[in-house]
């Protein structure tokens, strides 16, 4: 118990270092500051969630006592709970079946992507009070504290505010951010938790203290509500006030969590096809540059859910699913 006490300690400091080198404000400390889950994960996959938890506590603690009290809250609710419960799911199991109970079944990975949009749209959500407590006044307040945050060096307008490339009115640029920034948080949260997840279960492997085996993501199919959950995020957005606000960042991070499958389903279906790389490569490539043809994955998610592609695919070739 010492052992794993001392591990959630140096996990929790870790955190707290990674999390607080946003203040330097150079480019690699947005990547550290986004890999803050990291030693947390690390902790909870390696030890135990006991240890997980003790280092969410910790990096909290130590935010809060360098920096001020909201610290705590913010770190143990943006990063320190989420990291703990993807971690707690990870390793969770069960017997198989009616045969040998050491022959165990796994958290599916689909639920996992699907708990990470979740968590996502939360992350954000629990974020909004902090602005507003309605639609009007979350936005005046977000908008105010972007207004703030434009004002530094750089090429400005005649009234000091910064314009970024592209826009030539403060106030449309204002309104533009308002709009994007919310939910593209939600969605960066769902892509970052994975990235975690998926990193720090690497790390444990390589140590040989991860003891769930490694998952065949190739076969990864999302729970029968998950359509459930996009549909309502849709619709949802149409609500007014903050229901709608909220229902829209799940809209989008379930997007991503179809889009990730998306890409799944493009993996296993084009394994052994000539110029298989060139063509995932030129996909990526898209998807970076323009961003929505992110949609276009979503939707073959979507579809592989409902037709089954990939195991048409399989049946027509005589052989199981190849491996990603």
């Keep these: 118990?010492?052992?794993?006490?001392?591990?959630?300690?140096?996990?929790?400091?870790?955190?707290?270092?990674?999390?607080?080198?946003?203040?330097?404000?150079?480019?690699?400390?947005?990547?550290?500051?986004?890999?803050?889950?990291?030693?947390?994960?690390?902790?909870?996959?390696?030890?135990?969630?006991?240890?997980?938890?003790?280092?969410?506590?910790?990096?909290?603690?130590?935010?809060?006592?360098?920096?001020?009290?909201?610290?705590?809250?913010?770190?143990?609710?943006?990063?320190?709970?989420?990291?703990?419960?993807?971690?707690?799911?990870?390793l969770l199991a069960r017997p198989a079946g009616a045969g040998s109970p050491e022959v165990l079944e796994w958290y599916p990975v689909g639920r996992l992507v699907i708990w990470s949009a979740i968590l996502g749209t939360l992350i954000v959500a629990v974020a909004i009070p902090t602005f507003g407590t309605d639609a009007e006044s979350f936005r005046a307040g977000l908008k105010d504290a972007l207004d703030h945050l434009l004002r530094v060096e750089g090429d400005r307008t005649s009234d000091g505010a910064l314009l970024l490339p592209g826009f030539s009115d403060p106030t449309e640029q204002l309104d533009f951010l308002v709009a994007v920034i919310p939910p593209a948080l939600a969605v960066v949260s769902t892509i970052t938790a994975l990235a975690n997840l998926w990193l720090g279960a690497k790390i444990v492997k390589v140590s040989g203290r991860l003891k769930r085996p490694w998952p065949a993501v190739n076969a990864m199919?999302?729970?029968?509500?998950?359509?459930?959950?996009?549909?309502?995020?849709?619709?949802?957005?149409?609500?007014?006030?903050?229901?709608?606000?909220?229902?829209?960042?799940?809209?989008?991070?379930?997007?991503?969590?179809?889009?990730?499958?998306?890409?799944?389903?493009?993996?296993?279906?084009?394994?052994?096809?000539?110029g298989r790389g060139l063509a995932l490569a030129g996909v990526y490539a898209l998807v970076v540059m323009f961003g929505w043809p992110v949609l276009l994955m979503a939707l073959?998610?979507?579809?592989?859910?409902?037709?089954?592609?990939?195991?048409?695919v399989a049946r027509r070739r005589g052989s199981p699913q190849a491996p990603t």
Aim: charged content about 5%; glycine content about 12%; hydrophobic content about 60%.
């Design 300 to 312: 073959i998610g979507l579809a592989d859910s409902a037709i089954d592609i990939r195991g048409k």
């Design 1 to 90: 118990m010492v052992r794993v006490v001392l591990i959630g300690i140096a996990a929790g400091i870790a955190g707290a270092l990674l999390f607080a080198s946003m203040a330097t404000g150079t480019l690699l400390a947005f990547v550290l500051f986004y890999l803050a889950p990291l030693p947390l994960v690390i902790a909870s996959l390696g030890w135990s969630h006991v240890a997980g938890l003790i280092a969410a506590v910790v990096a909290s603690g130590s935010l809060a006592a360098t920096f001020n009290g909201w610290f705590f809250i913010g770190f143990l609710v943006g990063v320190g709970i989420p990291a703990c419960w993807m971690t707690y799911l990870a």
């Design 221 to 274: 199919k999302f729970p029968r509500f998950a359509p459930l959950l996009l549909a309502g995020g849709m619709a949802g957005s149409l609500l007014p006030d903050l229901a709608g606000i909220v229902a829209g960042f799940l809209a989008c991070t379930m997007l991503v969590a179809y889009a990730l499958l998306g890409f799944v389903v493009l993996h296993t279906t084009t394994s052994g096809i000539n």
